[in-house]
């Protein structure tokens, strides 16, 4: 009998998490740069001192409206300081305010729709007819609302913003959760008597992750438009805070004879808004898996 060589099986292992990230990133020049950009923006804000050639307060003796030169690459304003490090230092409060409006909205919005979609009854019906009461308003009127109450300043815009945006997040908890309770693993873990709060932590919350991930990415950009608007019109950031929608009301006066002094920090708010729109889509379809590529 002639010997048979024994031929050795080639086993090919899936490609790991991050490499299919790439993968996918490299079929999608447009999303590689708008996450380039937003990460450089979080280090940008990060080494904002480092960065920024003048301080964001510091008043230039002899130097007020001057143009975009090499000194003063966006050029200065009124009172004499460098718009380039505003805003540098601008995107530092614009962070702030996305991350603190998109967690004050995700935490009470996710509780509200668990509550409702998982109680039911006149649970239920109370606080989704709050949802609706809310959601009646344009964001931006509601939060003006809420300011209203609040006084105008920085923490309450952020926190009118946030509370604005809690029917969104609500009524995406609650249509996750309604979907899920029904499902036989929720019976089968109340059988064996797991407490309610058990059966939200393991079986329900896991379920609404991918959904309110891509919620917060999209409601991030809202968030930022939103504040600045507030700003804009005098109920967010007081000056001499260099915010973006702050800077934008300060140079309406000077739009014809300084247009510099509202053009970079309204390109600044768009860069940003527009790479959390693109991010948000992508993760749409890349956690959804009826949209999968």
Known sequence: MSAVAAVPMQVVSPPGTWR????????????????????????????????SPYDPYELIPGETLRP????????????????????????RISLQIGVVTVSIALILGTAVGLAAGYYGGRIDSG??????????????????GILAMLGPSLINAM????????????????????GVKGMDYIEAARAVGAVDLRIVARHVLPNMIPSIIVLATAGMGISLL???????????????????????????????NAWWIATFPGMAIMVVVLCLNICGDWLRDLLDPRLRA
Do not use: N
Not at 75 to 88: E, H, K, P, Q
Not at 160 to 167: E, F, N, R
Not at 237 to 242: E, N, R, T
């Open 20 to 51: 299919l990230l790439f993968t996918r990133l490299r079929r999608r020049p447009v999303v590689a740069a708008a996450l380039v950009g937003l990460v450089g923006l979080v280090v940008l804000a990060a080494a904002a001192p480092l960065v």
């Open 68 to 91: 975009p030169t090499s000194r003063f690459f966006f050029g200065t304003d009124d009172l004499g300081r460098d718009i380039f490090s505003r805003v540098i230092y601008g995107t």
């Open 127 to 144: 606080l989704m007819a709050v949802m609706e009461v809310m959601l009646a308003f344009p964001q931006i009127l509601l939060a003006m």
């Open 159 to 178: 926190i009118a913003v946030g509370l604005s945006a809690v029917p969104v997040y609500a009524r995406t908890a609650r249509s996750v959760t309604l």
């Open 226 to 256: 939103v504040a600045a608007g507030l700003s804009y019109l005098g109920l967010g950031a007081q000056p001499p805070l260099p915010e973006w929608g702050s800077m934008l009301s300060a140079a309406r006066a000077y739009l014809r």
